[in-house]
């Protein structure tokens, strides 16, 4: 620590670093819109990584900044480290240096509150890191000292090429992907509707049909995760919601599975009896309130239908992961996609068929280790996983909502609505949506139980009571949303962001 050179070492090597690992992770994000590696392992992990590498960025630029103030020759003062234009020492340079900092600061904050964050926002505060990089870029050329060096001058040219190249690819995907979905210039409905074709129909089980959809205008699908659903709006303006059962790598068309249960006429009775190859249908989403998150080992529980979304988790399961699968339902005949799994999956797959055995599943021996919990199916199995199971470990998918308002009285409170100030009231016997609606706010709903999550909405304050069955409410909470078609307020006032 007493070498007079050692902090100049350390200022060189960290701007280096920095500029190398700022530069990866722009890259690693261009990667990661092209999904190009779908099948390497869980989307998540893959997102954990690009913010790991803006994080170490970070770390290394704070690293520049405090060896600069410590070094013996040029001695910067906190407020010429940290404010553009105040010092002496190439005043362009370093200010350059200083603004590209805060943007990285910016874009790796940004990516901790993705899911708080307007997609416009987020989008635009990720697009400025090409302008940082390049930034980064006139900042070491013209403040560092090692610019004359051959080391230095090849590795300037790999990285500044690199980021262009990227900036450039990533334009072009923009470009293409405003191509291939045009907005409409009067919007029907404030949610995302796809005219979608239906390419073929099939029967897979007894009384299911698999529906697959392709874009009507042939564009490819914008990506999804496993676990995401569809909002299928039928002619008559009636809307079902149903799980994709495709592979979520698959870009031109999507799968569902309908199992037949209602009157006739509507819902899945229509798609069962009318629909035909050649159709076409509105579609909403998809939407993904059921993610798949990364973990060592996974056990997947199915119930009948359930199985849907799934076969999708399944597929995106990178192979090297430990998995496995319980499928229970009534017959083998009526469990769709059962010897297909079987087939593909041999030792991971479980089938168990009330029509080939006796007794009841013993679910207490299936659940006899640490994996993750993936369940989805009726009412009953599930809220016997949810005795069983550790909350912190079970992720449940419900197709019937769970009435959570018994015991809980109904009071009146008020919300705010963030972005005009207005203040609404709720009674007791009405709900948080009916009353947004009813003073002309638009809020995109579809199922109006709790279930689909279309009717999501952001919570700026105040403390939400969560009666919905669309993923637990600690995962609302930690994103900050309320689902208004069946949750009200704990606190005296609830604030929106609307």
């Not at 009412?379 to 419900?398: F, M, Q, S, Y």
Request: proline share 7%; glycine share 8%.
């Amino acid at each position: 620590m007493t070498d007079p050179h050692l902090w100049w070492y350390v200022t060189r090597i960290s701007a280096m670093l920095a500029w190398i690992v700022m530069t990866i992770a722009v890259l690693w994000g261009i990667v990661l819109s092209t999904r190009i590696f779908r099948g390497a392992d869980n989307p998540a992990w893959l997102q954990d990584l690009h913010r790991f590498l803006g994080g170490t960025a970070v770390v290394l630029t704070i690293l520049h900044a405090v060896s600069l103030m410590l070094d013996p020759w040029l001695s910067l003062t906190p407020l010429e480290a940290l404010v553009p234009f105040v010092g002496d020492f190439k005043p362009l340079p370093v200010a350059l240096g200083i603004v590209s900092f805060y943007v990285l600061v910016a874009v790796q904050s940004s990516s901790l509150l993705k899911d708080r964050l307007p997609r416009r926002v987020w989008r635009g505060i990720h697009l400025s890191s090409y302008v940082a990089v390049l930034a980064v870029a006139f900042h070491t050329g013209a403040a560092g000292t090692d610019r004359g060096t051959w080391w230095y001058q090849a590795v300037a040219t790999v990285l500044i090429t690199a980021t262009v190249l990227a900036a450039i690819v990533r334009l072009i995907m923009a470009g293409r992907r405003s191509g291939e979905r045009p907005a409409p210039s009067h919007p029907i409905d404030p949610r995302t509707r796809t005219r979608m074709r239906v390419v073929a129909l099939d029967d897979i089980a007894d009384g299911v049909r698999r529906i697959r959809l392709a874009p009507a205008d042939g564009s490819s699908i914008e990506p999804w995760e496993a676990g995401a659903h569809i909002t299928v709006v039928l002619p008559d303006g009636v809307e079902r919601q149903y799980s994709l059962c495709s592979d979520p790598a698959d870009r031109d068309h999507l799968d569902i599975a309908v199992r037949r249960v209602e009157p006739a006429g509507h819902g899945s009775a229509w798609i069962h009896s009318t629909l035909a190859p050649g159709d076409e249908l509105e579609v909403v989403g998809p939407r993904c309130t059921f993610p798949l998150r990364p973990a060592h080992r996974y056990l997947f529980i199915a119930g009948g239908i359930g199985i849907t979304p799934l076969k999708a988790m399944i597929a995106a399961v990178p192979p090297q992961r430990d998995w496995r699968l319980v499928y229970v339902g009534r017959s083998r005949a009526s469990m769709p996609f059962a010897d297909e799994l079987e087939r593909t999956h041999p030792g991971r797959v479980r089938v168990v068929a009330r029509d080939e055995r006796e007794g009841r599943l013993p679910l207490t021996e299936i659940l006899a280790d640490d994996a993750e919990v993936y369940a989805c199916g009726p009412t009953g199995l599930l809220d016997e996983l949810e005795r069983l199971v550790p909350a912190d470990r079970l992720h449940l998918e419900r197709f019937v909502a769970v009435d959570r308002s018994s015991g809980r009285p109904s009071t009146p409170f008020a919300v705010r609505l963030a972005r005009s100030q207005r203040i609404l009231r709720v009674p007791a016997d009405e709900s948080m949506l009916h009353a947004l609606q009813r003073s002309g706010v638009a809020v995109p709903t579809s199922c109006g139980t709790g279930v689909c999550g279309t009717c999501e909405t952001r919570v700026v304050a105040g403390v939400p009571d969560h009666r919905d069955s669309v993923m637990s409410d600690a995962d609302k909470d930690e994103i900050g949303v309320v689902y208004p078609c069946v949750s009200r307020a704990s606190s005296a006032e609830l604030v929106l962001d609307l």
